[in-house]
Structure formats: structure tokens, C-alpha cells
């Protein structure tokens, strides 16, 4: 459990918002392990969310990358715009 704490504590030192674009994500998945004392099975939709944000960004990268885009992260402020055109490209 304190291995859990030490993680968070960890992660927010620095703002992951510049080189994380699923930092929300982990947070939500570390906080929810930390309340389910541990038990992964608890937060098994929490951690599934957060493979899903690191999926898609891989891909963003990714493709920037193929497109000579740099830099390949897309940064924070334009991170939101990228999201909103995949869900309105994609429901």
C-alpha cells in the first residue's frame, strides 16, 4: 500500500501534463488501487481506461511521427482538439 502512495506522491512532483497525456488516467487508476487496498480486480475498468488513453496517443504519435509532425507528442493545448476530432470522426 505505501508502495502505492510513494508512486502517486512521485508522479505528482512534475507536471505530467507537458509528457503525459494520460496522467489523469493514471492518477484515477493509482487513487482507485489505493482505496481498493491493493486489489487490481477492484480497478480493472480504471486501469482498461488508462491502456486505452496510452493506445491512443501511441498512435497519435505515431502517425505524426510518419508525418514528419513534430513534435511527435501533440502538446497540452492542442491535445483536447485531437480528442474531439477522434470522437467526432469515430461515433
Known amino acids: 500500500m505505501d508502495k502505492v502512495k510513494e ?3 512521485r508522479r505528482n512532483k512534475r ?3 507537458v509528457d503525459d ?3 489523469e ?3 484515477i487508476s493509482m487513487k482507485c488501487l489505493e482505496m481498493a487496498k491493493g486489489y487490481k480486480r477492484l480497478c480493472q475498468l480504471q486501469f482498461l481506461n ?3 488513453c496510452r ?5 497519435v504519435i505515431q ?3 510518419s ?3 513534430q513534435p511527435t507528442l501533440p502538446p497540452a493545448d492542442e491535445r483536447e482538439e485531437i480528442l474531439a476530432e477522434y470522437f467526432r470522426t469515430h461515433s
Request: one cysteine or more.
Open 7 to 9: 508512486i502517486i506522491a
Open 15 to 17: 507536471d505530467h501534463s
Open 21 to 23: 497525456p494520460c496522467h
Open 25 to 27: 488516467e493514471a492518477m
Open 50 to 52: 488508462y491502456n486505452r
Open 55 to 59: 493506445e491512443f496517443w501511441k498512435k
Open 63 to 65: 502517425e505524426r511521427r
Open 67 to 69: 508525418k514528419g509532425i
